[in-house]
Structure formats: structure tokens, C-alpha cells
């Protein structure tokens, strides 16, 4: 397994020369739908940062629930835009912790939206109690990714492994949301990757993708 962190703009300026030596991964937050749409504030700086020293990055949504599948797709897409796109190898993530009446078709609607847009099939981000609460085995059959947030006693230490439900296995797990790391000043959290850096760049796009401007 690799360590990893996932990072917004509650991180500040993250010094990511000093990030890049003691992470093997990082996921970083575009935006969001859960206060209108909105691009996070520091997602064009950590972008070009980490990709400059030299971190492998995946890119997540925090998903509001309270609008179209179809608006969520194209917001999504403007954020993809808005940090030059996508590189060969770049993950995309969905972070599901909304409610809605049907939070299956949801999260399964927009991730086929991402698909078909020629973006490779986007991680899951869930707490294990929500992956617990609902059969998400379209997702499964989407080819979807699990990174399931499960923290034990939530500090630097990793407790027992979570389990993944319809999930083989889990593809990520957050274990922790009080950790440290040198070059972010503050607490953050802390994720385990099920594989290698090679795997982890396999659950992202096999080529380089480059979308529209943002509208």
C-alpha cells in the first residue's frame, strides 16, 4: 500500500515541494455542488504545484444532491477545464454525502455522464456507514473505484481495515481526518492506496483529456 492525503482549501498554502517527500499520492478537491457550484478556491494552485513536483494526483467533487444529473456533469466538466484538464494517469473522484430520494441512480447517473464524456470511470468516495446503506453494485459494474472513509480512533495510526460491501475491495481508504504532514500547516487527512503508484494512476484517464472552456 501507498500513503496518501486528500487536501482543499481548509489546507491553506500547501508547500508542496515539502508535501511531495513525504506523500506517495494526493487528492485534491476542484469544487463542488453542496453551496451552489463552486470551483475550490486553492484547486488551480494545488493542481499545478503537486503536478510540478512531481505528486500523482486524483481531483474530487463534493457532490451537493440538489441539482440534475445532467448540471453536475456539466459543472463537473468546468472544473476538469478550469485545471487544464486532465493528464494521462489522473484520477477523478465523486464525493457522495448528500441525501437524495434516490442515491444510487444519483451517484450512478453523473458518473455515467463523466464516462461518457471519455473520462475513465470515476473513484466512489463514501463513508463506510453510506456504503453500507445502499447496493451499489451498478457502480461496481461501472467499474467505479471504492475510497471508503472509515477513521477508528481518527489520528495518525491506522486501525483495523474497513470492509467494502458490493466493493471486491477497496480501492482507497481515508482512515483519518486529524493527521500531519510536513508542508501543510494544520490538520489533514490521510488515505491508504491499495497497490502501488503504477496501479494507482491505472484508475486514471490512458490518455491526456482536454475539455472545453468552462461555461
Not at 7 to 20: E, H
Not at 21 to 27: G, L, P, T, Y
Not at 128 to 133: E, F, P, Q
Request: charged share 20%; with cysteine.
Amino acid at each position: 500500500m501507498i500513503k496518501g492525503i486528500d487536501v482543499s482549501r481548509w489546507q491553506g498554502l500547501i508547500n508542496w515541494p515539502m508535501v511531495s517527500k513525504n506523500v506517495q499520492f494526493a487528492f485534491i478537491k476542484i469544487g463542488g455542488s453542496d453551496d451552489g457550484f463552486y470551483p475550490d478556491g486553492q484547486a488551480v494552485r494545488n493542481a499545478i504545484e503537486a503536478r510540478a513536483n512531481g505528486v500523482p494526483v486524483g481531483f474530487y467533487v463534493y457532490l451537493g444532491g440538489a441539482f440534475s444529473v445532467a448540471d453536475e456533469v456539466a459543472h463537473i466538466k468546468n472544473l476538469i477545464s478550469n485545471i487544464g484538464g486532465l493528464r494521462q494517469g489522473e484520477v477523478l473522484a465523486l464525493d457522495w454525502e448528500e441525501r437524495t430520494g434516490d442515491e444510487v441512480g444519483y451517484v450512478a447517473g453523473i458518473a455515467k455522464g463523466i464516462i461518457d464524456s471519455g473520462i475513465a470511470p470515476p473513484m466512489i468516495y463514501m463513508s463506510l456507514s453510506r456504503v453500507r446503506g445502499n447496493d451499489w453494485s451498478r457502480l461496481v459494474q461501472m467499474n467505479c473505484g471504492l475510497w471508503v472513509a472509515a477513521w477508528g480512533n481518527n489520528d495518525d495510526i491506522a486501525d483495523a481495515a474497513p470492509p467494502s460491501d458490493e466493493w471486491p475491495f477497496w480501492a482507497a481508504w481515508q482512515y483519518s481526518s486529524t493527521g500531519n504532514v510536513p508542508g501543510i500547516s494544520g490538520r489533514v487527512d490521510l488515505d491508504y492506496f491499495q497497490g502501488e503508484v503504477a496501479d494507482f494512476k491505472k484508475y486514471g484517464s490512458a490518455r491526456n483529456v482536454t475539455l472545453p472552456a468552462p461555461t
